[in-house]
C-alpha cells in the first residue's frame, strides 16, 4: 500500500512540472515582460525607463531560460523560470504584481470557500441521491416521468439565472437574508445559507440524473432480483443492496473534487461578496495580477493531481475487487 | 461580400455535416437509430427549434459591407433585414410595449410649458396618439394581426412542404394520418414561424423586450446573440473532435509508450483548473491583440478573432473528457474477435484503426458532440461574466446578463433584458438536451433492444 502510494506520488512530480511548463509558456514566452509591464502601465506613451522599472520591481528583468552573464550556477537560478517556478514548488508564492503576499492570502481566504462549499456539496449530495432514489423506487410510474421531465428543465437553465433570481427573491423582496457581505466566526451562517442553497438547487438537476442513471445500472443487475426473490420488498432492496453498490462509484466521484473545494467556486464568491479563494481569483483576472493566476493554476493542479491520489486510494478501500498492481 | 473567420469555419462545419448525413443516409447500421430519432415525438420537436435557430445564426454568418452607405460598418445579411430594429433606438432604458422612457426628462411641450416628464419614446408606438387609452387595445390588435399572418404563411409553408413531398415520394397520406412525428414537426414549425412572425412584426411599431441602456433594442440584441452561442457551441466541437479522436484512438490502440504520453498530456491539461487556463490564454490573447493593433482595424474583426480564440481554448479545455471515453472504448474495441480477424488476415494497423475501430467509436463522439453543446451555451454566459468571454462589443446572452445585472437594484427594477436573455438561453439549451437525450438513446447500444 505504501509503496503504491509513494509511487503515485512520483508520478505527480511529472505532472506538476508539465504544468509548470505549460502556464511558463503562456505566460512568459508567448508575451514577453515587456508586454505585460506596458498592459499593466497602461498602453499609450509608457516610456522604457518606466518598463525597466517595473520589471525590476516585479522580478522580470532576468533572462527567459538562460541567464548568459551571471556565474555558473547562477546561469540557471538567475532566471525568470527558475525563480518564478521553483518557489511554487516549495509553496512559497511570492507577491502579487500589486504587492501583496499571496501566501498568506491564500491562508486567509481558504476558509470561507471552504465554509462555502463544503457545506454545499453534503447538502447538493443528499438531496441528489434521496431524489434520484425516489425516481428509482417509483420507476415507470408518473412520478418518475415528472421527475426526469423537471431535471431537464432544471439543467437547462442558466446557473447565473439561479444566482440572480435567488438573490432578488429572497434578499431584496423577501429580505430574509442578507444580499451579499461575509462575517467571521457563527454569524457567517445568514450569509452563506442562500449560495448554500442556491448551489443545492442549480446543481440538482444533473446530479439526480447522474445518481438515477447509477442506481438503475445497479437495478437491473442479478443480485438485486435474487433479493427480490428472496422476498425483500422494493424499498429494502433499494437501500440495503442497491445503495451500497452504488455508494462506490458515487464515493470516488466526490472524492476527486474534496481537495478542490478549496479553491471555492468563482461565481457564487463574487455574486455574494464573500472573500474565498474563488473571488480571489476572480479579482486577479479582472486586474491582470499575473502572479496570483498563476499561484492559483498551480494550487489548482496540486489539489488536482492530489484528487486522484486520494480517488485511487478510496477505490483500493472500498471495492474489495481492486487489487494494487 | 466579407467573409469573417467565424463564418468560414461555421459553413465549413455544415458542409461536412451535410456530407456526413448523406455518407450516412445509406448505411444499413445506420438506419436503426435514424429510424428512432425519427419516431421520437420530443426529439423531432426539438430539432426543429435547433433547425430554427441554426437558420437565424446562418443568416447572420453571412457578412458583407453595405457600399450605398457612408459607414464602412461590416453587417451580416440579418442586420441588413432588421435595420430598422438596429437604427430605432432610444435614448435609454424603456420597457418592454412602453410608449415612455424609463427615466424623466425634461420637455419643452408645442406652446412652450417646460416640464418635468417621462418623455414618449422616438420609436417604440409612435402611431399612437393618446397611449393612456388605446396602448392596450392597439397592442391586442397588431398581436392578433401578426399571429393571424404568422399562421398564414405558416401554413402556406406547411402546404407547400406536404405538396412537394407527394411530389417526391408519391405518397398520398391523408393530413389527419401522417406520422405522429410528422404531425409534431408540422406543428411545431407552424408554432414557432408564426411566433416569430408575430413577433417581428410587433416589432416594428413597439419595442417588444425594450430596450438597454444606450437604448439598443432588447430582442435586436437577443437574436443577434444566438449566433454567439451557436459558434462557441458547434466551433470549439469542430476544433476539439480531431484531437479527442486521433489521441483517444491511438491511446487505445496502441498502447505502451503511446499512450502512457498522451494519458500524460491530458492529465496535465487537466490539472489546470478550466475556468484559470481559460483566463489565462484570454489574458494572453489581450495582451498580443493590444501589442498588434493594426493587425485589428475594425471592431467585427477583433471581436471575431476574440471569439475565435475563444473557441480555441475552450476546444483545448474540453478535448480530454471525450479522449478518455474513446480511449477506454478502443481498449475495448481492441481485444474484439473481429478486430483479432482482421489482424490475423493481415490488414494494416492503420485500415484497422480506420476501417474497423473508428466507425464503432462514431457513436460515442456523436452523443458527446450534442452533450457538449448545451453546456458550451451555458458555459459562454458564465465565461462572459467573468469578463475572459467574448468580446464586450459581441452581442451574447452572456453580455446582455453582464450588463443588465446590475440593474436589478434599480427602482422600478430593470427586468426585461435579463428575462429576454435567459428565455433565448433557455430555449435553445432546452432543446439541446431534449435532443440530445433522444440521440443518446437511439445511438447508445446498450438501449438498442426495447
Known amino acids: ?325 | 461580400m466579407v467573409i469573417l473567420w467565424t463564418d468560414a469555419l461555421i459553413f465549413l462545419l455544415l458542409s461536412s455535416l451535410l456530407a456526413l448525413v448523406i455518407y450516412m443516409r445509406n448505411k444499413e447500421h445506420m438506419q436503426r437509430p435514424i429510424q428512432k430519432i425519427a419516431q421520437s415525438k420530443v426529439g423531432i420537436a426539438a430539432l426543429v427549434i435547433l433547425l430554427f435557430y441554426i437558420f437565424i445564426g446562418l443568416i447572420d454568418s453571412i457578412h458583407f459591407k453595405p457600399n450605398n452607405t457612408k459607414n464602412t460598418e461590416i453587417i451580416s445579411v440579418l442586420d441588413y433585414w432588421a435595420s430598422s430594429l438596429r437604427e430605432h433606438g432610444e435614448k435609454t432604458y424603456s420597457a418592454p410595449f412602453s410608449t415612455h422612457l424609463y427615466s424623466k426628462e425634461i420637455i419643452v411641450s408645442q406652446d412652450g410649458v417646460v416640464h418635468w416628464d417621462y418623455p414618449r419614446l422616438e420609436n417604440g408606438g409612435r402611431h399612437i396618439y393618446l397611449p393612456e387609452h388605446q396602448l392596450l387595445l392597439d397592442i391586442v390588435k397588431k398581436l392578433a394581426i401578426g399571429l393571424l399572418q404568422g399562421l398564414v404563411i405558416s401554413s402556406f409553408l406547411i402546404v407547400g412542404f406536404l405538396i412537394i413531398r407527394f411530389i417526391a415520394t408519391h405518397k398520398q397520406t391523408p393530413l389527419l394520418f401522417l406520422s405522429p412525428s410528422l404531425k409534431v414537426a408540422l406543428i411545431v414549425m407552424g408554432v414557432v414561424i408564426s411566433a416569430a412572425y408575430c413577433l417581428v412584426y410587433l416589432s416594428n411599431y413597439y419595442h417588444v423586450f425594450g430596450t438597454d441602456k444606450v437604448g439598443e433594442d432588447v430582442f435586436y440584441q437577443a437574436i443577434k446573440s444566438i449566433r454567439t452561442g451557436l459558434v462557441l457551441g458547434t466551433l470549439t466541437t469542430l476544433i476539439m473532435l480531431p484531437l479527442a479522436i486521433v489521441f483517444g484512438i491511438l491511446a487505445g490502440f496502441f498502447g505502451g509508450w503511446v499512450d502512457d504520453i498522451i494519458q500524460y498530456i491530458y492529465t496535465t491539461l487537466n490539472a489546470i483548473p478550466g475556468v484559470l487556463l481559460i483566463a489565462a490564454s484570454i489574458l494572453m490573447v489581450q495582451v498580443y491583440m493590444s501589442g498588434h493593433e493594426q493587425e485589428f482595424t475594425s471592431i467585427i474583426v477583433r471581436a471575431d478573432t476574440r471569439l475565435l480564440f475563444l473557441c480555441l481554448i475552450l476546444g483545448v479545455t474540453n478535448w480530454t473528457g471525450l479522449c478518455r471515453l474513446l480511449r477506454a472504448e478502443t481498449l475495448k474495441l481492441r481485444e474484439m474477435e473481429y478486430v483479432q480477424a482482421a489482424r490475423a488476415l493481415g490488414v494494416k494497423k492503420g485500415m484497422i484503426l480506420f476501417r474497423h475501430i473508428l466507425p464503432n467509436v462514431m457513436h460515442i463522439v456523436l452523443i458527446s458532440v450534442v452533450l457538449d453543446f448545451s453546456s458550451l451555451v451555458l458555459a459562454e454566459a458564465v465565461l462572459s461574466y467573468i469578463n475572459i468571454g467574448v468580446d464586450s462589443t459581441t452581442y451574447s446572452w452572456g453580455n446582455m446578463i453582464n450588463g443588465a445585472r446590475l440593474e436589478m437594484a434599480r427602482e422600478p427594477i430593470v427586468w426585461w433584458s435579463l428575462s429576454a436573455a435567459f428565455l433565448f438561453m433557455f430555449t435553445l439549451v432546452l432543446a439541446a438536451n431534449l435532443f440530445a437525450d433522444t440521440v443518446q438513446d437511439a445511438f447508445d447500444p446498450r438501449r438498442g433492444i426495447e
Not at chain 1, 502601465?41 to 516585479?58: D, M
Request: charged share 15%; net charge neutral.
Open chain 1, 1 to 325: 500500500m505504501i509503496q503504491y502510494i509513494i509511487r503515485r506520488f512520483l508520478y505527480a512530480i511529472p505532472l506538476l512540472i508539465g504544468v509548470n511548463i505549460l502556464t511558463f509558456v503562456l505566460f512568459f514566452v508567448v508575451n514577453s515582460p515587456d508586454d505585460m509591464a506596458r498592459m499593466q502601465l497602461g498602453q499609450k506613451r509608457v516610456t522604457e525607463q518606466a518598463i525597466n522599472n517595473w520589471k525590476q520591481q516585479h522580478g522580470y528583468n532576468l533572462p527567459l531560460l538562460w541567464n548568459e552573464q551571471a556565474d555558473n550556477q547562477e546561469k540557471i537560478t538567475q532566471t525568470i523560470f527558475y525563480q518564478k517556478s521553483v518557489g511554487l514548488f516549495l509553496f512559497r508564492f511570492g507577491v502579487s504584481d500589486s504587492g501583496r503576499n499571496i501566501g498568506a492570502d491564500i491562508q486567509e481566504r481558504m476558509w470561507p470557500s471552504l465554509a462555502l462549499a463544503l457545506p454545499t456539496l453534503i447538502v447538493g449530495l443528499v438531496v441528489d441521491i434521496s431524489f434520484a432514489l425516489l425516481l428509482v423506487l417509483y420507476r415507470n410510474r408518473a412520478l418518475e416521468r415528472i421527475g426526469i421531465v423537471s431535471c431537464v428543465v432544471l439543467l437547462s437553465i442558466s446557473s447565473l439565472f439561479y444566482i440572480i433570481g435567488g438573490q432578488f427573491l429572497f434578499a431584496k423582496v423577501l429580505k430574509w437574508v442578507p444580499i451579499s457581505g461575509y462575517d467571521d466566526g457563527l454569524s457567517a451562517l445568514k450569509f452563506l445559507i442562500l449560495p448554500i442553497l442556491i448551489g443545492v438547487f442549480s446543481g440538482s438537476g444533473s446530479g439526480v440524473r447522474w445518481y438515477r442513471t447509477l442506481f438503475l445500472e445497479e437495478v437491473e443487475k442479478d443480485y438485486v432480483r435474487t433479493a427480490r426473490a428472496k422476498g425483500l420488498t422494493e424499498t429494502e432492496a433499494l437501500f440495503k443492496h442497491v445503495l451500497p453498490n452504488a455508494l462506490i462509484p458515487i464515493l470516488t466521484g466526490v472524492v476527486v473534487i474534496l481537495p478542490l473545494l478549496f479553491m471555492g467556486s468563482l461565481i457564487m464568491e463574487s455574486f455574494f461578496s464573500i472573500p474565498g479563494l474563488g473571488s480571489y481569483t476572480l479579482d486577479a483576472i479582472n486586474s491582470q495580477d499575473f502572479a496570483i493566476v498563476r499561484s492559483m493554476v498551480f494550487l489548482g493542479s496540486v489539489l488536482y493531481v492530489l484528487g486522484l491520489l486520494l480517488t485511487d486510494i478510496s477505490y483500493t478501500l472500498v471495492d474489495p475487487r481492486v487489487r494494487l498492481s
